[in-house]
């Protein structure tokens, strides 16, 4: 663990291998570029591809606290970054009230102050501590409204943020940013101007199965090959939701545990909803259909050997 940020894109690659996440040279550099240059990384992608998995490896690898903010529809300010204390500023006036010293000028200054303030998580990520400003994962934006962006706006552009009552809030030093969203609707131009941005596919053949190995360092070699080759056949099908990063890991794992040391037909219709979330892209592919696309797999694989 090392709490110093990464100097070149060959020490970001190493940070985050360090931590099990095998990334690919672009989004190490623009992770690299990111980290420089102060600004919010937004990352977009299919749901399982790994883009919340950044901000735990970042927390992780550089020893900082990790503040996430997960987006849901609805998000307010109250939720995102903080709320008065209402039930313990009532108590305070009754306290004022029963002393006979209710001066409302100097009770008003003092249960509208930092005692009296829960912080939320956009509120927590502007403190630093002795590792440094913690990472900022701000997750699934796109499942907030227009409103809360605009809001976010101050957030990334300053690191600041306003209490109408406190006044202004701002980091003494910027916090790591990570945004991801999996395009259920388009991220406003505004927001995206304050970040770098990345788009994170689904990883090469060669790719996933480096991360299967080292996710899964025991399981068997001929296994992991034919799970990796079918799933990257099976993201060439016509389904509602193709299996993610995520779920290629969920189904090697669950394979193992069932002492599989290769495919075949049953295994694959027996474990299917470790790798499919949809019942009609279970319903296509079990049966027949897998047991076609993993002869197909056979037959690749044998071709390389």
Known sequence: MSTVLPI????????????????????????FLSLKMRKPLFLEGEAGVGKTEIAKVLSSALGRSLVRLQCYEGLDVTSAVYEWNYPQQMIEIRLAEAAGSLDKVELAKNIFSQNFLIESPLMLALKSNDAGPPVLLIDELDRTDEPFEA???EVLSDFQITIPEIGTVKAKEPP???ITSNRTREIHDALKRRCLYHWVDYP?????LEIVTTRLPGIDKELSAQLVAFVQNLRNEDLFKYPGVAETIDWADALTQLDKVALDSEAIDNTLGTLLKYQDDIAKIRGSEAAQILEQVKAELAEVS
């Open 8 to 31: 070149n894109i060959e020490e970001t690659l190493s940070l985050l291998s360090s931590a099990d996440y095998i990334a690919d040279r672009s989004l190490a550099t623009t992770l």
């Open 151 to 153: 809001f976010l706006l």
């Open 176 to 178: 790591i940013v990570i």
């Open 204 to 208: 090469s053949a060669e790719r996933e």
